[in-house]
């Protein structure tokens, strides 16, 4: 060991030590687990889980150190095929038929697959491996993340691998991306920068955006860049990188009435006009009547058809269900329900919140999509991730307990048929909620002294 090392491994060994054992977790996540084996994959997750908060503890001021171990961690999954989500298989498929110029909004998977002019690479093996679900539903993912579908596919090699790793550094970097305007926008914010790290190196985010190919990461990387810019001044180019952030996923359209308040009336109304028409553009290459058609279908099944990890949903399916109400009645009446409790949920928080403050408009976002996960009927872990990004801006951290916690509702891939463990939901949100109430009583009593004061 060169003599210069000799004193950074003296004074760093156990968070060196850390790192790696992390990396044996990862690999073994990622080449040695089946997603049956429930067990083993939540001893895994809560052994990183652990880590990574020593990790923080010991290191929260060596950036160099943390941001090359969230590197590392995420390179461990470069080669491996994900092993708790198909989608990757729809990415693909998508994917090719962009690049050849078939619009994926207009063709079910089920139809193509029976074009025997072999069209899509791979074509029965991506039909396989997406599910009998995917196959049979129109895509339900926005422009831009089409675009890199078919940037994924090019790089591929027509291969299934080759798309995977192609997908998977895009993810990375946009990752390092989160990392770089999020310390950025902590440091404008007069916030203590090594808050990133409880985005960067959660083992949440590693393993659902870099190890199964969720694309919120690239999601959050557009949108943070834009909160940065808008923070900046520069209105016009936040504008356009937020309509970015929404043609990766629609996630961030709910956010938008927030940004009335903090702007105003003119500034807002530039603002949503720029968003407008460079979302426009984006969808103009796949545009025509079916289109409009197909995806409003598709996106309205998340609402009316699909239910897992609920909260509050569950809980008024048990009661419904004792006064002989029927579960695939109640989801489309649910259905219909949410979307209008969610537009009174942002216009709530629109008009009576003080947005024009940064950090509260923060809040603003972070109390939205947190209720609107609670009464949502799909709730997969990779949507925590959006929390976990913006509660580092707040005073909350529940959300970081839930990055935990959800790790509970993997127990439904442990059975053919996807069926949950209410008990083990029901302990979830209890140690999310109960942590949630004892920060807002915190946070109470603190304003309260402040105010005292």
Same mark, same amino acid.
């Given at each position: 060991m060169p003599k210069r090392l000799i004193p950074y491994w003296k004074l760093h060994k156990f968070p060196i030590l850390m790192v790696l054992i992390s990396m044996g977790f990862y690999f073994a996540f990622a080449y040695n687990l089946e997603r049956t084996d429930f067990l083993k994959l939540i001893t895994l997750f809560t052994g990183l889980f652990f880590l990574h908060f020593k990790l923080i503890q010991f290191e929260k001021w060596n950036f160099k150190f943390l941001l090359l171990a969230g590197i590392f961690f995420r390179l461990v999954f470069l080669m491996a095929e994900p092993n708790l989500s198909q989608d990757f298989y729809r990415f693909v498929w998508d994917g090719e038929l962009v690049q050849q110029g078939i619009n994926p909004y207009l063709h079910l998977p089920?139809?193509?697959?029976?074009?025997?002019?072999?069209?899509? $690479?791979?074509?029965? #093996?991506?039909?396989?491996?997406?599910?009998?679900?995917?196959?049979?539903?129109?895509?339900?993912? =926005?422009?831009?993340? #089409? @675009?890199?579908? $078919?940037?994924?596919?090019?790089?591929?090699?027509?291969?299934?691998?080759g798309a995977t790793i192609a997908m998977r550094i895009i993810i990375i970097l946009a990752d390092i991306g989160i990392f770089y305007f999020g310390r950025k926008l902590l440091q404008k914010l007069n916030s203590s920068p090594h808050l990133i790290f409880w985005y960067f190196i959660n083992p949440l985010v590693i393993i659902e955006l870099t190890g199964n190919l969720?694309? *919120?990461?690239?999601?959050?990387?557009?949108?943070? /860049? $834009?909160?940065?810019?808008?923070l900046a001044k520069k209105l016009l180019l936040?504008?356009?990188?937020?309509?970015?952030?929404?043609?990766?996923?629609?996630?961030?359209? @709910?956010?938008l009435p927030l940004f009335f308040k903090h702007l105003g009336f003119k500034k807002?109304?530039?603002?949503?006009?720029?968003?407008?028409?460079?979302?426009?553009?984006l969808v103009i290459p796949f545009f025509t009547s079916e289109f409009i058609t197909h995806y409003s279908e598709t996106v309205g099944l998340w609402f009316s058809n699909f239910e897992f990890n609920a909260g509050l949903y569950n809980v008024i399916k048990q009661i419904?269900?004792?006064?002989?109400?029927?579960?695939w009645e109640l989801i489309k009446t649910y259905g219909?329900? %949410? =979307?209008?409790?969610?537009?009174?949920?942002?216009?709530?928080? %629109?008009?009576?919140?003080?947005? *024009?403050k940064f950090h509260v408009l923060m809040e603003s976002m972070l /109390?939205?999509? $947190?209720?609107?996960?609670?009464?949502? =009927?799909?709730?997969? =872990? /990779?949507?925590?991730?959006?929390?976990?990004?913006? %509660?580092?801006?707040t005073d909350y951290r529940f959300s970081l307990v839930w990055s935990l916690a959800v790790v509970l509702s993997y127990w439904a891939y442990s059975n053919s048929d996807y069926k949950e463990n209410l008990m083990l939901l029901a302990f979830e949100y209890i140690v999310v909620y109960g942590f949630l109430v004892y920060e807002i009583l915190r946070l109470r009593g603190k304003k309260i002294l402040f105010h005292k004061n």
């Open positions: 089920d139809a193509l697959i029976q074009d025997q002019n072999g069209v899509i $690479a791979n074509a029965a #093996q991506l039909h396989k491996g997406m599910g009998d679900l995917s196959a049979s539903h129109y895509s339900n993912y =926005p422009p831009l993340n #089409q @675009l890199i579908f $078919a940037l994924a596919a090019m790089l591929s090699g027509k291969s299934i691998m969720h694309f *919120e990461g690239v999601m959050l990387f557009f949108f943070i /860049w $834009a909160l940065y810019l808008l936040s504008g356009v990188i937020y309509a970015l952030s929404i043609s990766i996923k629609l996630v961030p359209l @709910l956010f807002s109304l530039v603002f949503y006009c720029v968003v407008t028409i460079v979302s426009v553009l419904a269900i004792q006064f002989d109400a029927k579960p219909k329900i %949410t =979307p209008m409790v969610t537009i009174f949920i942002v216009l709530v928080f %629109t008009f009576l919140r003080k947005n *024009e /109390w939205v999509l $947190a209720i609107y996960y609670f009464i949502s =009927p799909t709730v997969h =872990p /990779w949507y925590i991730v959006f929390l976990i990004l913006l %509660t580092i801006f």
